[in-house]
């Protein structure tokens, strides 16, 4: 298709992913349709957009850091304490929603330090309506009083917090208030049913709406960890168990789904993936081991094979597994890709949970026996012992899915990723929620 038919589609393309990346508005230079008297291809002219655009927008890109996501709170979601301040919370909300809810920023709006417009007073009458700005200033500047009042909201939603008002804090801040106090009544609910299982001496909550774990021992959370739970299409479940052992240098059974759905298609793109991954081939479970070169992987019987990925740093699974028999079949576990724990939205796995102080919470796990100490532990894999430890008591572990709690009176919202809260809210798409393949891992 050739460019000149759409003199406006490339720029407009640039533009969109461009002012997604730095927060601002763009003006996009006059692109070059045709070259030495030949029409450009669409692709050579998005090409030539982000070439000449970059030279303005790359300085302000580069100064741009990302924001790495707060540490895990030490305040337990569920409690009676945390029951009565949920309870205030409704109460609080109920009274703004009947009192008309708080006004909406129209249309698609970036606003940030130094700007000066009429939806800047819009942003702050809201601000001050949830108790993220008090009163005070021009009210249609956006001032340091703003921008740190919306950081504050930005953080106690689980988002970035930049301090600028565009894409997903636009949607957030414009839910009505009707719906945050549906919200809040349907989590009050689950944390009630949660409750009484909040009697056992230790346990693990896994919440995966907020990408996060707590150990707790007698109401106290001891540990905390950031977590990795399941995609969109693949989400984690809502799960009570226990962990029984702690797999050192686990082997990683890969699922038949999985392997329909992802590994096979990735052996037929690259027939040296099942080399480069260390997976190996079997006829059956406890079978042969079958040469991956003598499989036809575009015929039917292809399906019909088990694959095992081999022990090390390089396992799915990494180099730890916390068994906690279920009939989802989910579990926590160790990863190599531990660079997806610095985004704020966590939701890449198959539906497991991966745990990013793992070698913390194994210990927390063991209390001690045997000397199992996260010195020892780490000792251990990196000798290249393969062990599976049993606690003395199994820890009872429950993946939770909590979007909306209190944390000392101060109201926290999540993204409602699986659509559990009834329509309520969706967020919008986040970078670990867009249609992408399904990856090779649990």
């Known amino acids: 298709m050739e460019a000149r038919r759409h003199p406006v589609r490339a720029a407009d393309v640039v533009r969109s992913v461009l002012e997604k990346l730095e927060g601002r508005s763009l003006r996009m230079p006059q ?4 070259s030495a008297g030949k029409p450009r291809t669409f692709a050579a002219a998005i090409l030539s957009a982000f070439a000449l655009a970059l030279g303005t927008a790359a300085p302000a890109l580069a100064q741009r850091q990302r924001i790495p996501p707060p540490e895990p709170s030490r305040i337990a979601w569920v409690s009676p304490a945390a029951i009565a301040e949920m309870s205030n919370a409704i109460a609080t909300y109920r009274s703004i929603a009947q009192a008309g809810g708080w006004p909406t920023l129209p249309g698609r709006v970036t606003l940030r330090l130094g700007d000066s417009d009429a939806n800047v007073a819009i942003l702050r009458r809201q601000l001050a309506m949830t108790g993220d700005l008090r009163g005070g200033g021009n009210s249609y500047v956006f001032d340091d009083a703003v921008e740190a009042a919306v950081k504050r909201y930005q953080r106690r939603n689980g988002v970035e917090p930049n301090g600028i008002v565009y894409g997903i804090t636009q949607r957030i801040l414009n839910v009505p208030a009707e719906t945050r106090v549906r919200q809040l009544e349907r989590n009050l609910a689950r944390m009630q049913e949660l409750l009484p299982k909040m009697s056992a001496p230790r346990l693990v909550l896994m919440n995966s709406a907020s990408f ?12 905390t960890s950031r977590t990795v739970a399941g ?32 590994l096979i298609p990735a052996v037929r793109k690259d027939p040296a993936y099942l080399y480069k991954e260390h997976i ?4 059956s479970f406890g079978g042969e081991e079958i040469d991956p070169a003598l499989v036809n992987w575009w015929g039917p019987e292809a399906e019909r094979y088990v694959f095992r990925q081999d022990f090390g740093p390089h396992n799915a699974l990494g180099v730890m597994r916390f068994d906690m028999p279920n009939k989802q079949i989910v579990y926590m576990h160790d990863t190599p890709m531990k660079t997806l724990f610095d985004q704020h939205e966590r939701a890449f796995s198959a539906g497991c949970v991966r745990v990013q102080n793992y070698l913390a919470l194994a210990e927390w796990v063991l209390a001690g026996q045997g000397g199992w100490t996260q010195d020892a532990l780490a000792a251990a894999v990196a000798g290249g012992q393969r062990a599976t430890l049993k606690p003395k008591a199994a820890v009872p572990v429950h993946f939770i899915y909590l979007t909306a709690w209190t944390e000392n009176g101060v109201v926290q919202f999540r993204n409602d990723l699986y659509n559990r809260d009834e329509g309520t809210f969706d967020g919008g798409d986040q970078i670990s929620s867009a249609p992408m393949t399904m990856s090779v891992a649990p």
């Open 31 to 34: 692109i070059p349709y045709r």
């Open 212 to 223: 996060e774990l707590q150990a707790i021992a007698g109401g106290r959370v001891e540990l």
């Open 231 to 262: 995609k969109r299409a693949t989400p984690t479940p809502v799960i009570s168990a226990s962990i029984q052992a702690i797999n050192l240098l686990p082997y990683w059974h890969v699922p038949s789904s999985i392997a329909r759905a992802a």
């Open 280 to 283: 190996r081939v079997f006829s």
